[in-house]
């Protein structure tokens, strides 16, 4: 295990959940797991890199979805700010053991602005993606 501040269930969790991309077509980011459509969607935006972040339930707390909602916007500004291509997206738990979280595939960004910024909304962790779109599962604490 990890030197980290994240429990144990919630890395399980992590690493067993569904990152659906609604591109078209849509397609699903699992971490630990390389992505031929994740790879297709790069090399139409021109990206050597993306981060699957969300914005909603810092640290893994459910907020109420009008909070989430006020989250996620604030998070769209910084990705369009930096005029960065994204998608949206719905991380998912393979048990269905928690409401699907809103959340954003972003293009283009560099592992340290993504690991900031998740820092930044209070996040535990996020997926990043290379050229070869093998998705890694990030530790931010």
Sequence with gaps: MPN???APELLTAYLTTRYTVQATPPFVVMAGQANPEL?????RHCCHSAAYITACNPY???????ANAVRQRQLVQWIEARGLPYAQGTGESSDGSWKPEPSYLVGGVSLQDAQTLG???AQNALIWC????????????
Excluded at 39 to 43: D, K, Y
């Design 60 to 66: 893994s707390q459910p907020l109420d979805d009008t």
């Design 4 to 6: 980290t501040a994240i």
């Design 39 to 43: 790879n297709r969607w790069m090399a």
């Design 130 to 141: 290379e050229e070869n779109a093998f998705a890694r599962l990030i530790l931010l604490r």
């Design 119 to 121: 820092q930044q909304l």
